[in-house]
């Protein structure tokens, strides 16, 4: 079974940071697509960034751009998002997913395996 452990979530207040992780057992990131998206409380899932392990290539949303970093460390087989400079907007249940695609998107449909999410709520 493929499972996605995301972690590092927590209270933090407005200017705070924090950082993410992903780790996977039951599949290797090797060329995938890694994603982090979020879910606020009354409001839909949006992606916030992802990394493509193929070429590195990264997407961030234009809320996030210059807050926060995605990166992964091949060797833990593990993908953080750095997050900096929180605001109390960013209060939400993060997670990651993976997309079989080694082509970067952030389409929510194109992920096939999903972590359980961890809430970072971020006070003013």
């Known amino acids: 079974d493929v499972q996605l452990q995301a972690s590092g979530g927590g209270l933090v207040q407005a200017g705070g940071s924090l950082r993410l992780s992903c780790a996977a057992s039951g599949l290797t990131f090797d060329d995938y697509t890694i994603g982090w998206f979020r879910q606020a409380p009354g409001k839909e899932r949006e992606a916030v960034s992802c990394?493509?392990?193929?070429?590195?290539?990264?997407y961030y949303a234009d809320s996030v751009k210059g807050r926060f970093t995605v990166s992964s460390d091949n060797a833990k087989n593990t993908v953080y998002l750095q997050m900096i400079s929180l605001k109390p907007e960013d209060t939400a249940v993060y997670y990651c997913a993976v997309s079989l695609r080694s082509a970067m998107s952030p389409v929510q449909s194109q992920y096939r395996y999903w972590g359980q999410g961890t809430l970072v709520t971020v006070s003013s």
């Open positions: 990394i493509s392990r193929s070429d590195g290539s990264t």
